[in-house]
Nanobody, 115 residues
Framework: QVRVVESGGGSVQAGGSLRLSCAAS????????MGWYRQAPGKQRELVAA???????NYADSVKGRFTISRDNAKNTVYLQMNSLKPEDTALYYC?????????WGQGTQVTVSS
């Protein structure tokens, strides 16, 4: 059974940094793509950043230049380095892993940025 587990969320002041981690376990496949999404209260879930198994990346315009996504294929783990955080980055951050033709979501990790 595939499990996707996020970690690294927390509370920081504006301008601070956080690093999120997400590990997908229980599959013999290397994740085709992995990504981070976020959902703020009253808003729809949105893509933050995604990365393929060969390292191609995609970022939301709102985080370009501030966030960096990376991955370790051997561990089916993806990271999100978040710098210069803003209050509008406050949200529940979810990890998604595409494995063996299916998509798997984590439970989310809260990021709160205070002004």
């Amino acid at each position: 059974q595939v499990r996707v587990v996020e970690s690294g969320g927390g509370s920081v002041q504006a301008g601070g940094s956080l690093r999120l981690s997400c590990a997908a376990s229980g599959s013999i496949f290397v994740a085709n793509s992995m990504g981070w999404y976020r959902q703020a209260p009253g808003k729809q879930r949105e893509l933050v950043a995604a990365i393929t198994s060969v390292g191609s990346t995609n970022y939301a315009d709102s985080v370009k230049g501030r966030f960096t996504i990376s991955r370790d294929n051997a561990k089916n783990t993806v990271y999100l380095q978040m710098n210069s955080l803003k209050p509008e980055d406050t949200a529940l951050y979810y990890c998604k892993a595409n494995l063996g033709g299916y998509s798997y979501w984590g439970q989310g990790t809260q990021v709160t940025v205070s002004s």
